[in-house]
């Protein structure tokens, strides 16, 4: 074979296997292309698959919503949905009726400060400027950790509440004038008896003074008494304002230096104002520092201690070493017209009950018969920095995380 027939034979045969490696590409790149569109098709349906699942979830979703506004706009209270920035973004027309618009955007705080005022002896209610008042409750969100108020309507429900305690006060009160009338008689005769022996000519200087005096403490029980009766009467509403917490002590220390017992008294608060009803708040005390005092023997010993309990807190501690209580006497002790005493009204410790109340407080009694007595005050949020503070969020509210917090 020639050399020109050698590189024939050779260039024809790289020309086969040129041909043969393209027609195996070929083949490669058709069942590539066909496996592709094998993939593009299945990614296609399920593309479709997911978009009609989606869409499908989309309309549930927006039957819920849906559903949800409805539910929304029936509910008999108000209901306003804030985002974690406490901006209202949602509301139904209640709620619109209650607080006015604007509304969807506001801030809460500032929607509250504009449309709710503060109720003093019911830090979970406010007032509208029209005189209804709404229960507020708040829930947390749990996924964007917003949160939802609802606005409950109780003005019928409290002037319900009115009524009912007003009928039973005045049943008291009918109970009360009949056991008034005989404390007031007894002292006032004994006073009248008093003030008929001064003015006689045998009656010495030194009886005409002790007769004064007399005549002075039978008044003053009958003033102590008819302070009880008007309290007790105004079932605890009382004028709350600004005072001196050291005035107060003071006074009560003058009172107490002049009984016959060993009287300590311990202020562990910074603060001084305060704010409350002074008066009524030093009859209150007074009134148990009294049981005390009765309860001990002539070498008996009374201590008071006011600290503070919590922020906003102030505890006052009143304790004896007299003749204690037992268990029954003690759950009846802040009945009305309960009494021990022969010459008792039964009235002294359900003033002190009342005027307790009445600062949004509570008072409770631990004694142990022949151990001695101690009473325990507590009155919430009486200074008027921390009565100011908790005001100024707005609203004082009740969170239900099964737990109260506006």
Same mark, same amino acid.
């Given at each position: 074979m020639t050399t020109a027939n050698k590189q024939q034979a050779q260039k024809a045969e790289r020309l086969t296997d040129a041909f043969r490696l393209f027609n195996q590409l070929s083949q490669n790149l058709s069942d590539s292309?066909? #496996?592709?569109?094998?993939?593009?098709?299945?990614?296609?349906?399920?593309?479709?698959a997911a978009r =009609?699942?989606?869409?499908?979830?989309?309309?549930?979703?927006?039957?819920? &919503? &849906?559903?949800l506004q409805q539910i929304l706009a029936a509910l008999p209270a108000a209901v306003v949905v804030l985002d974690a920035a406490e901006q209202v973004i949602d509301c139904n027309m209640l709620a619109i009726d209650l607080l006015g618009e604007p509304l969807l955007g506001q801030g809460w705080g500032g929607v509250v400060q504009r449309r709710l005022l503060p109720v003093f002896d019911t830090p979970?209610?406010?007032?509208?400027?029209?005189?209804r008042r709404v229960n507020i409750t708040r829930n947390a969100l749990d996924n964007d950790n917003g949160q939802i108020v609802?606005?409950?309507?109780?003005?019928?429900?409290?002037s319900l509440q009115d009524m009912l305690a007003q009928q039973k006060q005045l049943s008291a009160m009918g109970e009360m004038v009949a056991s008034m009338a005989h404390q007031v008689r007894t002292p006032l005769a004994t006073a009248i008896l008093y003030? =008929?022996?001064?003015?006689?000519?045998?009656?010495?200087?030194?009886k005409r003074q002790r007769f004064s005096q007399k005549i002075l403490e039978r008044l003053h029980h009958l003033e102590r008494q008819v302070n009880d009766m008007l309290i007790f009467a105004k079932q605890g509403r009382?004028?709350?304002?600004?005072?001196?917490?050291?005035?107060?002590?003071?006074?009560?220390?003058?009172?107490?230096?002049?009984?016959?017992?060993?009287?300590?008294?311990?202020?562990?608060? $910074?603060?001084?104002?305060?704010? #409350?009803?002074?008066?009524?708040?030093?009859g209150a005390l007074m009134n148990v520092l009294n049981n005390a005092v009765e309860a001990c023997d002539p070498r008996g010993r009374v201590e008071m201690t006011v600290s503070r309990q919590d922020e906003g807190s102030l505890q006052i501690k009143i304790t004896d070493n007299g003749e204690g209580m037992s268990a029954q006497q003690q759950q009846r002790l802040f009945e009305p017209f309960f009494t021990t005493k022969l010459n008792g009204t039964g009235l002294g410790l359900a003033v002190v009950d009342s005027v307790v109340k009445a600062h949004s407080g509570a008072i409770r009694?631990?004694?142990? $018969? #022949?151990q001695g007595t101690t009473f325990t005050l507590v009155l919430p949020c009486i200074n008027q920095y921390s009565f100011a503070l908790s005001s100024a969020t707005a609203v004082v509210e009740r969170e239900v995380t099964n737990d109260e917090t506006v």
């Open positions: 292309y066909q #496996g592709l569109e094998t993939q593009v098709a299945k990614l296609t349906q399920e593309l479709a =009609s699942e989606r869409l499908k979830t989309l309309v549930e979703k927006e039957k819920i &919503a &849906a559903r979970h209610e406010r007032q509208l400027s029209d005189g609802l606005l409950s309507d109780v003005s019928e429900l409290r003030a =008929s022996q001064m003015n006689k000519p045998a009656v010495t200087d030194d009382l004028t709350m304002e600004v005072f001196s917490l050291r005035h107060l002590l003071a006074r009560i220390a003058e009172n107490m230096a002049e009984m016959d017992i060993v009287f300590d008294l311990e202020n562990r608060l $910074p603060v001084d104002d305060m704010l #409350g009803n002074e008066d009524a708040l030093r009694c631990s004694s142990t $018969p #022949g």
